[in-house]
């Protein structure tokens, strides 16, 4: 196991951050965060998705951990797990993972499992941890905003005493929009920040009206495009059909940390270096 050696890195240029979630469907092993330090971006965003990285693999976070401490790459945050399986949810409707679950004794073991994703931090220290309200397309509902507000008060706590901080993730669904985040951290007081989603308020409100929304309490932003319908996760300025104003949302970004949030492209065979160039593009604008 190797780390790599440090580079010079440009302080002019905007906080860069590629997630892991490009390559989701590969075992992360610290070939990959070579690569992406070799690339010259400086910071990840690790996605918890157990064929990928597994939260319960001690082994696998051990070793990721042992890299971590000997590494100029940073870790800026942890994105939360979603299903509990290793197919994305097609082993069946118990793998879903969500806090929005109105089912007390059903909700509690998810929780302990976003619990054990944030365990992480002991290992691999990071800032934020990345948390959705709900599933893409789950439909709101007051009685799974009381669950959501019940998990979270507890998982906020938890996160605290491992020094990260939670951010919501405005979503495709009717629990997380701009606008019902903002009503829900309205209602419930809970003292939360947001990691702002380009492609998730392109498919909702646009992505101007929601940063408008949202602004005061973003922290983060995840980078990526689509045709307003379908969440692709295209390469931002490529050629997908993507259909974000790119020179628009720069304008408005510019201030936050960039994530980008890339799905695999079967036929690319640098996506790291894809992702580096894409954010070179963006900072152009």
């Known amino acids: 196991m190797t780390a790599p050696a440090g580079k010079r890195r440009d302080t002019d240029r905007m906080n860069r951050v590629l997630s892991t979630h490009l390559f989701v ?10 690569r992406i330090w070799d690339a010259g971006i400086p910071q990840v965003e690790l996605y918890c998705a157990r064929q990928h990285l597994d939260w319960r693999n001690k082994a696998q976070v051990n070793e990721l951990g042992y890299w971590f401490r000997d590494s100029s790459l940073k870790v800026h945050a942890v994105h939360g797990p979603t299903f ?24 509690l073991p998810m929780v302990d499992e976003i619990k054990r994703a944030l365990e992480v931090a002991e290992t691999v220290p990071f800032r934020y941890f990345i948390q959705h309200l709900g599933v893409t397309g789950e439909e709101f509902d007051e009685f799974k905003v009381d669950a959501a507000f019940s998990a979270l008060e507890e998982l906020m706590l938890f996160a605290r005493h491992r020094g990260v901080e939670m951010l919501l993730e405005n979503t495709p669904n009717g629990l997380s929009s701009a606008e019902r985040l903002l009503t829900f951290l309205n209602l419930t007081h809970l003292n939360l920040n947001i990691c702002f989603d380009t492609g998730h308020a392109h498919m909702n409100e ?50 936050h940390p960039l994530v980008l949030e890339l799905r695999e492209v079967e036929t690319m065979e640098h996506p790291i270096q894809e992702a580096q160039a894409t954010l070179d593009k963006l900072e152009a604008l």
Do not use: C
């Not at 009206?209 to 996760?233: C, F, M, Q, W």
């Open 206 to 255: 646009g992505v101007e009206t929601a940063y408008r929304l949202l602004k005061p309490r973003i922290r983060s932003a995840h980078v990526h495009d689509n045709d307003g319908k379908e969440d692709a996760h295209l390469f931002p300025l490529g050629t997908g059909g993507g259909t974000i104003d790119w020179p628009a949302a720069m304008e408005l970004l510019k201030p």
């Open 25 to 34: 469907q590969h075992r992360l092993t610290t070939v990959w965060l070579d």
């Open 84 to 107: 509990t399986d290793e197919f994305w949810g097609r082993s069946g409707p118990d793998a879903v993972l969500t806090i929005t679950e109105r089912v007390k004794s059903k909700r």
